[in-house]
C-alpha cells in the first residue's frame, strides 16, 4: 500500500468513527507505530485531522474559552446527573467550596441541605443561586469579575482563600488529558483554582464526557490531587480506567 493510500484509508476510518486508535490503523494497515505517527502527523499539517493521545479525532482536542452563557445549553441533561450525583459526596461537611461553570453551577441549583452549610465560591453565578437558601451562608471570593466565566480572579480573591478550609472543593475543568493532567481554558484563573485546590480536604472535578482526551491552556493540577472524577454514562472506558488505577474514585451519573 503506497503513503497516498495508506492516508486515505486512514481519513475514511476517521470519517466513519470520528476518532481512531494509532493501535488499531497500525493491526489494519500492517505497519509500525511510528509510521502511523508520521502519517498522522502529515494528515494534521494538512489540517485533515486532529492528533489525539494515542490516535486522531475530527474535533479539535484543544478546549476553547466560551461565555458561561453559551456552555450552560451544552450538554444540559448530563451536567444535571452529575450535580446530582455529586450531592451524594458532601456528606456532613459543614463547609465546601464551588468553582465556576456550568457543571458545578447545576450542583449549586440542586443543593438543598439540611444542615447549616458555608459555601466558599469565587461564581457570581453560584453565590446568587444560593443566597437566600435555607440552611446555607455564602462567603463569596472577591476580585475582578470575568465576563466570560462570571467568576473573580486574582491576587484579592487568592489571599483570601489563605484564610480559609473547607471539606469538598467541586471544580470544573475544560479539559482531562491523561498525559497532562486537569486543564481550564483561562489562565488567569489557573491560579485561583490551584489555591482553592490547596485549601480543600477533598477534590471532586465535574466534568462530562466531551471534557475527555482534550486540553486547556491552563493546567490547574495532577491526578494525584484529585479524590473523585464524577462523570456521565458516556466517558470513554479506558479512560475511566486508567483514572481508577491512579487511585481516583470515578462516579459514573
Known amino acids: 500500500m503506497t503513503i497516498t493510500e495508506r492516508h486515505q484509508y486512514i481519513l475514511a476510518e476517521v470519517q466513519r468513527k470520528g476518532r481512531v486508535s494509532i493501535q488499531e490503523l497500525c493491526d489494519s494497515l500492517e505497519v509500525s507505530g511510528v509510521t502511523i505517527r508520521k502519517d498522522l502527523k502529515a494528515l ?18 484543544y478546549a476553547l474559552e466560551r461565555p458561561i452563557q453559551e456552555k450552560q445549553h451544552i450538554n444540559a441533561a448530563e451536567k444535571h446527573q452529575i450535580a446530582l450525583a455529586a450531592l451524594e459526596i458532601i456528606d456532613n461537611h459543614d463547609a465546601l467550596m464551588i468553582g465556576s461553570g456550568t457543571t458545578v453551577f447545576e450542583l449549586a441549583r440542586n443543593l438543598a441541605p439540611s444542615y447549616p452549610l ?23 471570593l472577591g476580585g ?7 467568576s473573580v480572579a486574582g491576587n484579592f480573591a487568592e489571599y ?8 469538598v472543593l467541586f471544580l470544573g475543568v475544560d479539559g482531562i488529558d491523561l498525559d497532562f493532567g486537569f486543564t ?30 482534550r486540553r486547556g491552556i491552563a ?29 481516583i474514585k470515578v462516579i459514573v451519573a
Open 144 to 150: 475582578l469579575i470575568r465576563q466570560n466565566s462570571g
Open 44 to 61: 494534521e499539517e494538512k489540517h485533515l485531522l486532529f492528533r489525539t493521545h494515542g490516535g486522531a479525532s475530527l474535533s479539535n482536542p
Open 219 to 247: 493546567k490547574i493540577c495532577d491526578f494525584d490531587e484529585v479524590h473523585y472524577v464524577i462523570t456521565d454514562s458516556r466517558a470513554p472506558q479506558e479512560a475511566v480506567a486508567a483514572l481508577e488505577e491512579m487511585g
Open 160 to 167: 483570601m482563600l489563605s484564610a480559609v478550609s473547607c471539606g
Open 118 to 140: 458555608t459555601v466558599i465560591t469565587p461564581a457570581l453565578k453560584v453565590a446568587l443561586e444560593l443566597s437566600d437558601r435555607k440552611h446555607v451562608e455564602v462567603l463569596q
Open 184 to 213: 481550564i481554558s483561562n489562565l488567569t484563573e489557573a491560579g485561583l483554582n490551584q489555591k482553592m485546590i490547596g485549601t480543600a480536604r477533598f477534590v471532586a472535578i465535574l466534568a462530562d464526557h466531551t471534557k475527555f482526551g
